[in-house]
């Protein structure tokens, strides 16, 4: 693709340099909850400027940007170090999949808050027996007078303990072939029949979550794109999720590799010519994620929907995080690993982000077969 910007591109990148230097998001804090509430706040910031949710059509409140604009968007973002959104899955997930699959009634009351960061939301997809074979999902929904009643459990939800919602997968008729008797459903968190549980990370801190359900309770103008087409709105969220999430990771690549190579330049172990070349290839690797991120906007523009090529970011974006962590504890030594020190924390996430969203393992057969057409393997 041409990576020069149009001058309406260069007019959408100049406003919003213009208004992040007249508010800056200031620094993130380490610890958890401080943490939480920082972004929550950014996100509330980022609303109330009309830059919450850009790539959103106009008539949901967003400002229908391009995925070119989208991706100025998140460089600019990373550039000003800004932190992620809370509500992440909220903005990229929940709301794009409600807009697709929802009705009138849900569009009107979902929208709106997940925008101004009102409503938090989480995703419930994962399953112990159903991580990576999504169609193994066990949960059940059985239907009563007025709506639904769901028991089981789900795994590594996200954000569960601060969300008021969740995208529920569900198996509703147990008789059908596996894809087909799956019902997707706006769960409401604020029920004693949901039970969340944190997971405690090796980073320490209480990102993921369990999920168990008794009787808990879904009305049926909850059921999400009808009932049994489940397996079809899952997949657009998977989709948003390859295109979205991923692609804003991309540029926290940069904002670390930029921190480390600044605090080298401080510590002056540039002049060393094994720093400077490591963090050269670092800064390679991180330019080939952008470019590759570049690439998979061409695709989709052109297709007009995200494609597995996605999975090919994800990928690379993962291992080059990690690289540049490990890298972090080798130059700085000891004092990265200091329980107070942000690097340590960087270092302990990166371990998930092979693991999350799919593991390389389950990415590398999604690329070798989706992507190079490669035969399956038995």
Known sequence: MDLGLTASELAFRDELRDWLRQSPPGPTPLEERASFDHRRAWDQRLHAGGWAGVHWPVEYGGRGATLVESAIYNEELARAAAPPPV??????????????????????????????????????????????????????????????????????????HDAQWCLLLARSDPDAPRHKGLTYFLLDMAQDAVQVRPLRTISDTHELNEVFLEDAFVPDAHVLGGVGNGWRVAMTTLGNERSGLVFGKSFQARILLDRLTALADERGLLEDANVATRLGELHIRVEAVRLTAYRNVTSEMQSGQPGPEGSIIKWIWSETDQAITEYAVQLLGIEALDRDSPWAFELLRARGDTIESGTTEIIKNIVAEQVLGLPRLR
């Not at 909220?90 to 009634?105: F, K, R, S």
């Not at 101004?116 to 066990?138: K, M, N, R, T, Y």
């Open 87 to 160: 509500n992440v899955i909220g903005l990229t997930l929940a709301g794009p999949t409600i807009m697709t699959h929802g009705d009138e009634a849900q569009r009107a009351r979902f929208l709106p808050p997940i925008l101004s960061a009102e409503e938090i939301w989480c995703q419930g997809f994962s399953e112990p027996g159903a991580g990576s074979d999504l169609a193994a999902v066990a949960t059940r929904a059985h239907q009563v007078d007025g709506g639904w009643r769901i028991t089981g459990q789900k795994v590594w939800t996200s954000f569960a």
